[in-house]
């Protein structure tokens, strides 16, 4: 008879208000024999204050690799697991991907400790009328990479949902307006369940007088929410610009249709590229 192997459990903590543990969350991280947090450190106080006393170990972005290995070993020998992050919900722009590969690889159970979500929390006080959403998580940190990716998503007809660093706000608000337009609303969450929680609605334009409203606002951790473009006019812009590229790529080549095509419309390089290859490919 074969040996029966460990649980590995997902478990979501309090993103900053501790009465929004669960009391699962607390029996779960009594009772499994070991726990992978992100950085321990910071997670012993939460341990502390629900009385845990369970092993823990590190699991983050420098250790993943090889510790999704030997956690792996323990899981296999009947010893249950439970991933936790900083805040959240692990797995989501967090360490535990890794381990939760290798377990479904080895026909291990994984089993989620549903709880607070920050993207999430911001979605369901936004007010938008999206009942669909893309969460696109960190946006990458150089410059040209995050415009490429906004640029994908800007006629997008649902929301955009992603995490921003403090330090980062600014700049990234500017190339939001840049690449959406400043008129394009968005909702901005800050230290969200915490004391000094924010949630403001606004349109791009007015975000960066909002962000230097306060000093205080270039602290703690963001989340965005960028309103999606009305399917009408997500559907008459690509229209537009086909039907446009169309007719020029019939007398230019690709590379001056395109850029005539810029000139006319205004719109961004790769985008409307991309529009042009889609629509003379065979």
Known sequence: MGRTTGTLFMVATPIGNLSDASARMVSTLKEVALIAAEDTRHSQPLLNYFGITTPLCSLHEHNEQSQSVQLIEKLLH??????????????????GQVLVNLAHQHGIPVCPIPGANAAISLMSVSGLKEGQFLFVGFLPSKNQEKTALLDNLKVAPYATVFYEAPHRIKATIKTLCEVFGERRQVVLGRELTKLFEEVHRTTLKDARDWLDHSPHRLKGEYVVIIEGLAIDAATLDITRHDK???ALTEKLSLSDAVKLAVTITGEKKNFLYERALLLTSP
Do not use: F, N, R, Y
């Open 78 to 95: 009947g010893e249950s697991i439970a991933v936790i992050s900083d805040a959240g919900t692990p797995g989501i722009s967090d360490p």
């Open 244 to 246: 446009l590229l169309t």
